[in-house]
DNA sequence: CCTTGATCTGAAGTGCGCTTGAGAAATTAC
DNA sequence: GTAATTTCTCAAGCGCACTTCAGATCAAGG
């Protein structure tokens, strides 16, 4: 059982451990800035426990559909040694929700466009309400957002 | 001005300036399996004009949030000489639309989550009602989906 | 002390949807 | 007939969020 004093901080798998996320995962955020712990003798990453609340609110952030860049961006923000406070979630927040209601619209007003369309099938490149640019970004993203079929 | 008589079929810059897509786009689908075009003497892509359909269909079916392998699954079905006809789409588009009920209606409950979250800032990972795993097919996928800022 | 197990680094692979580039051959415009 | 344009193939690269692997080092339990 790992179980190193708290002057020591948290090794990479009690993190791994405590938050569901891989090993290699709290790594690669490390290299995109999410967390910065110290080294210890050895070489090995030491992490304080506001560490754990840094990537809670990054699984938190992630859900909500933040690229990592972003996520980041707030992140550093805030000095590294302070978890994230009841403050910071509640501004970051704010600024999420309407985030998520801009994609519910225009997801509405394609499934709208979409009604229109069942029954009509012409595709038409010059007339059909499907390739009305103004919804293109609802669904773009750098790869395929699946229908959920599971 | 290109203007190949329809005997010959449609060069594969003219399908590009036609559906607006890049000929190297085009090159792509035909990889996976959205066209097949003949060949003339000289080895070059002549498509029908039946393919400026494929390719709409498949326009659409993307900015519905289709990835290509369910696009192609739906267009081998078809004759390849055949275009997409009206019950084509309206059986498929069907389909579409209860995929994207449920992309709005699983925003929709992350959103009122996120609402009971806001002031609240816990993040707990035993407690925070963003963590509950029914709402993590939302917006995951290969990846991110950005909010939109623009 | 010694053996497990955890951790280290850096490079490469995955999946999706493409684009870009090189070098050659075909086609078209004049 | 020649020059300009288009097309050809194949390989590699991009962006995102990771995972996987190899080979080496470090830490901890008995």
């Not at 791994?16 to 910065?36: D, K, N």
């Amino acid at each position: 059982m790992p179980r190193p004093l708290p002057s020591q901080g948290l090794a990479i798998g009690d993190l791994a451990a405590r938050t569901g996320l891989a090993v290699s995962a709290i790594r690669f955020y490390e290299t995109h800035g999410i967390l910065a712990p110290v080294r210890n003798a050895g070489g090995h990453r030491r992490y304080a426990r506001s560490d754990i609340r840094r990537l809670s609110f990054a699984m938190a952030a992630q859900k909500l559909g933040l690229p990592l860049a972003e996520i980041a961006g707030h992140l550093k923000d805030l000095p590294p040694d302070r978890a994230i406070s009841q403050a910071d979630w509640t501004r970051i927040s704010r600024d999420l929700r309407a985030g998520i209601d801009a994609r519910i619209a225009a997801l509405t007003r394609l499934r709208d466009k979409l009604d229109g369309c069942i029954g009509c099938g012409c595709l038409s490149l010059d007339r059909c309400a499907l390739y009305n640019p103004d919804d293109a970004r609802a669904d773009e993203g750098p790869g395929p957002v699946l229908l959920e079929r599971d």
